[in-house]
């Protein structure tokens, strides 16, 4: 068997070839003997998965597995999002969750993602022990006794529906009465998780919604169930086809993402809406606190919170680092670039459903575009325009690449490196604000060049100058 290891967000494999019931048994095993090991299982897990290929079979299996070891399953009755499991641990209070979802990558994919009893992703400690009890199990510590049947007869499975609880917990963080004066929404769920999590709140709240793709298709639609602006071409021309739309909210697979189109069917970056909200939830709502984001994410979230006089955290890449925050109680909202937020009094989790509806709030609460607001705080705290490209590294380039950053030059397209920042890649701070960094790929020869400059002229040479650096051989 390939080595599992688990990354930002689990383990992932394509279907029949590394994501196979073997190897699931074996993952799920050791989630069993890890929660065993830290006394918690009479506490019981949840599990659950997302719409693709094979998800329920493969949760139904994770649940004997568990019952195997005597642990009590909390089964969800369908596809369930992401951030709802998360909920469903905390309301629960269960040793964690195991939730069987590859997020935004393409259908043939699974995986399968853990959660412990705080609701948040995995840290990196946990996974450790995980991936150590993988290697050292064998096939018969994995094999698995009883049906289903018997199990949910005996008790040591039930089956539930989140989904009533957690909505009417968005209740008490939404204005959905402001919502039904924005107009009309348009409402993208790609096929995935968020069907009757995105919509229903809007319709039951009369907001005049346009649906589309809520059917239930494991290959959502022939795109990767990712809600960037090159999968979700048909939602932008329905945005700017119809006049009464104002704004059009995509989720991804398991609607832990979010994509965000504003009026005129512009798509709107994920690092501006997190610093939008930092500035709205400050200014209108007076909540105190920090603020985290990701090494990768704008630093316009920094210039929103030097404004507000709000603490900034900056972590590695992955929401489990700003989870911890949230469930600290130390930051008021937290985000990514890769379209992940969550805010204070929430799941310390990604949560899509939660952004776009914040973002619909914002908009309808504050009367003005998403270009408008933008523009207002740009005149504010000024312009940030970043960039992200992936660069596939030749064989040379690749071993050569560690040495590389050791040997970073003074100045970048002719500004100096005022500072470095290496929590997670390398991260070169230039002396007029903008700065670029370099992040390895852990599983293939690729760099994740990341930039931010105050225009867009700044930045193309900025990213030019970057991709030539690595590129010299």
Known sequence: MEQIIFGTSGWRGILGEEFTFPNVRKVIRAIADHVIAAGDREKGLVVGYDSRFMG????????????GAGIRTYLCDRDT???????????????????????????????IKFSPSWGGPALPETTRDIERRIHE??????????????????????????????LADLESKIDFAALATIGGIAVDPLYGAGRGYLDEPLLRH???????????????????????????????????????????????????????IDEDGSYIEPNYIIALLLDYLVRTKGVQGGVARSVATSHLVDAVAAKHGVKLYETPVGFKYIGELISQDKIIIGGEESAGLSIRGHVPEKDGILACFLVAEMVAREGLSLRALLERLY??????????ENITLSPELDGSFPEKMKALPAAFAGVKVDRLITIDGTK?????????????????????????AASEEKLQVLVRAARDFISQV
């Open 81 to 111: 999002p992401t951030p709802v499991i998360s909920h469903v641990i905390l309301q629960k209070k269960t040793a964690g969750a195991v939730n069987f979802t590859a997020s935004h990558n393409p259908y043939d994919y699974n995986g």
């Open 137 to 166: 199990s064998s096939e018969d510590d994995c094999a698995v006794g009883e049906t289903l049947s018997a199990l949910l007869d005996k008790g040591l499975v039930l089956y539930i529906d989140p989904r009533s609880s957690y």
């Open 56 to 67: 329920q079979r493969f949760a139904q299996e994770a649940a004997r597995v568990f019952a």
């Open 379 to 388: 005149s504010e705290v000024g312009r940030y325009v970043t960039r992200r």
């Open 428 to 452: 070169c701070l230039l002396a007029d604000g903008s700065w670029i960094l370099f992040r390895k790929s852990g599983t293939e020869p690729v760099v994740r060049l990341y930039g931010e």
């Open 206 to 260: 009369n907001v005049p919604v346009r649906l589309i793709n809520t059917g239930s298709d494991p290959y959502f639609g022939g795109f990767p169930p990712e809600p960037a602006e090159k999968n979700i071409q048909d939602l932008i021309s329905l945005v700017k086809s119809v006049p009464e739309i104002k704004l059009g909210i995509a989720v991804d697979g398991d609607a832990d993402r979010f994509g965000i």
